[in-house]
């Protein structure tokens, strides 16, 4: 079992920047491909970005390709979520994920994903 705990979501303005925090306590976290979606009001969940087990690997979203950097800490059991450059179509809830047997390919699928977050809202203002 592994429990995840998203922080660091807000209101900010369009253009300004925040970091989520993703804390993950229970199994062995560096086992695990940790990926971050989203969903907004009215619209499914979405793929964000995901990063894999050594940290080596990355993928995201075209809709943040650019803006976005996710990365981890292994030792602090974190996964981060540096948004930039934030525009008001990133207004939703933002949700941390973990996956103990995703391959790359289907890392942008929900439903590969073992273990979610409460959420943490984030909203750009225009």
């Given at each position: 079992?592994?429990?995840?705990?998203?922080?660091?979501?807000?209101?900010?303005?369009?253009?300004?920047?925040?970091?989520?925090?993703?804390?993950?306590?229970?199994?062995?976290?560096?086992?695990?491909?940790?990926?971050?979606?989203?969903?907004?009001?009215?619209?499914?969940?979405?793929?964000?970005?995901?990063?894999?087990?050594?940290?080596?690997?990355?993928?995201?979203?075209?809709?943040?390709?650019?803006?976005?950097?996710?990365?981890?800490?292994?030792?602090?059991?974190t996964v981060y979520l540096q948004?930039?450059?934030?525009?008001?179509?990133?207004?939703?809830?933002?949700?941390?994920?973990a996956s103990r047997w995703a391959?790359?390919?289907?890392?942008?699928?929900?439903?590969?994903?073992?273990?979610?977050?409460?959420?943490?809202?984030?909203?750009?203002?225009?």
């Amino acid at each position: 079992q592994v429990q995840l705990v998203e922080s660091g979501g807000g209101l900010v303005q369009a253009g300004g920047s925040l970091r989520l925090s993703c804390a993950a306590s229970g199994r062995t976290f560096s086992g695990y491909v940790m990926g971050w979606f989203r969903q907004a009001p009215g619209k499914e969940r979405e793929f964000v970005a995901a990063i894999g087990w050594t940290g080596g690997s990355t993928d995201y979203a075209d809709s943040v390709k650019g803006r976005f950097t996710i990365s981890r800490d292994s030792a602090k059991n974190t996964v981060y979520l540096q948004m930039d450059s934030l525009k008001f179509e990133d207004t939703a809830v933002y949700y941390c994920a973990a996956s103990r047997w995703a391959y790359r390919g289907r890392w942008h699928v929900p439903d590969k994903y073992d273990y979610w977050g409460q959420g943490t809202q984030v909203t750009v203002s225009s």
